[in-house]
């Protein structure tokens, strides 16, 4: 889980009402659809640094455990995150972009090839996830739409390579199949 | 499961050697490279691949819309290349079930009589031809709108009376080209999981399609290219696939 996806996933459950370490843990992994191994310490070093911004604060021990509840300053911290849409940044930099960008540079590689096996690699994956939606219960919906983000990204990244796939196509001339050869 | 064994281990569609060339000399035209390919019961196979892959050819053949060039095609026992086309037309009724993009029902009849329809141009009297589109149409959901026309149905639903009528009655191989169409991503997803039920039950499918989220309802899928299929795919084992929470040993 990212720094960020955890910052304001404590925020999210806080302001539902106080917490200890442990319930925030598990409540981070229900919320996430299962799909997010979550590190105990990592809640804890993350509540620290909430708590050295103002965003929470920690209210008085009982014998076992320590609740910690949001501040206003954290609420309108989150209001501000949930306001502000995500954009995705303006340059690939993954490393399926980058292989097939370096393939079309190489004049050893088959970049077809190349294409139909990311294709077929990406699409297994797609299937097991596909798997797994066919057996989730209706009504989990945060596993149900974990696995949406899943395939449609995936299946982003096959309509990607069948672009690719019909750039090279109509590029490819005879004599440029020699020169791969 | 019961169904896949009682019907042994021949499959549901076995093409060998199948090939499909249109025209001749200067301007013969290769569609399908000669190619097997068998569907089992209980299974189903998705098909890829850019246009003019020869994926649709491949569809047409084994329901016995076009004959192949070369080679040799069974659906469920049958040797489509001894069938004259009266024959192609009772295996069309009674064996193979079509979804297309294109939902062709008809207008001017019910959601129920759409259904009905291959098993009354095959002579089955009107009583047990209605029940088996009642049954069929609860397969698909919609036992309440049998008495809808089309025109009265949402698109997804007419999709699913779509599939109600390919799957009406024993036919069990279904060939389906786009058959989530226009459909938005749920109803598209309701569709697939009807294509894979049936084929969970024992029937045999045969999917064409563009999308790779839709093609991932298969437990194979089959990438053509000029004609020819380069490669196949089957679902990963991914170790670290969530669980639902509290299933964890």
């Not at chain 1, 404590?10 to 200890?20: D, Q, S």
């Not at chain 1, 797609?126 to 798997?131: I, P, V």
């Not at chain 2, 191989?173 to 169409?181: A, F």
Request: negative net charge.
């Amino acid at each position: 889980m990212t720094d960020m996806a955890m910052r304001y996933g404590l925020l999210t459950l806080l302001a539902e009402e106080p917490a200890h370490g442990y319930e925030l843990k598990t409540g981070l992994e229900r919320a996430a659809g299962g799909s997010w191994a979550i590190n105990v310490g990592q809640v804890y070093s993350t509540l620290r640094r909430l708590e050295r911004d103002g965003l929470v604060v920690e209210d008085a021990a009982t014998a076992d455990h320590r609740d910690y509840r949001i501040t206003p300053l954290g609420r309108t911290e989150l209001d501000r995150w949930f306001a502000a849409p995500y954009a995705p940044d303006s340059a690939p930099r993954d490393e399926l972009t980058a292989k097939v960008l370096l393939a079309i540079a190489s004049r050893d590689v088959d970049v077809r090839d190349l294409l139909q096996r990311q294709r077929t690699a990406i699409l297994s994956v797609l299937q097991a996830y596909t798997r797994r939606k066919a057996a989730a219960a209706a009504d989990d919906l945060a596993l149900l739409m974990m696995l949406d983000a899943l395939i449609f990204r995936a299946e982003a990244d096959v309509r990607w390579l069948d672009a690719c796939d019909g750039r090279v196509a109509r590029r490819a001339q005879p004599s440029a199949g020699e020169v791969r050869s | 499961m019961s169904e896949m064994q009682a019907s042994g281990s021949a499959a549901a569609v076995e093409l060998r050697g199948v090939g499909r060339v249109y025209g001749s000399g200067h301007t013969q035209v290769v569609a399908l490279q000669p190619t097997d390919l068998s569907v089992r019961h209980g299974e189903l196979v998705a098909v890829m691949g850019p246009s003019g892959s020869g994926k649709s050819t491949l569809l047409a053949i084994v329901g016995g819309l076009d004959r192949p060039s070369t080679g040799r095609v069974m659906v469920e026992g049958n040797d489509l290349g001894g069938l004259d086309s009266t024959g192609l037309a009772l295996l069309r009724r009674r064996t193979v079930g079509y979804v297309f993009q294109e939902l062709n029902l008809l207008a001017g009849l019910t959601a129920s009589e759409n259904v009905s329809l291959p098993l009354e141009l095959e002579g089955v009297g009107g009583g047990p031809a209605r029940d088996a589109a009642q049954a069929a149409l609860s397969r698909v959901g919609l036992s309440e709108l049998g008495d809808r026309f089309p025109d009265d149905l949402s698109g997804g639903e007419q999709q699913r009376v779509a599939i109600a009528r390919a799957i009406v009655g024993s036919r069990r191989v279904l060939l389906t080209d786009e058959p989530t169409g226009a459909l938005d991503s749920v109803n598209g997803e309701l569709v697939m999981r009807l294509l894979r039920a049936h084929c969970d039950a024992g029937g045999a499918g045969l999917l064409v399609t563009h999308d790779a989220a839709h093609a991932a309802w298969a437990d194979r899928v089959v990438f053509l290219r000029d004609g020819r299929i380069v490669d196949e795919s089957r679902p990963a084992s991914i170790p670290d696939m969530p669980e639902p929470i509290g299933s964890a040993a």
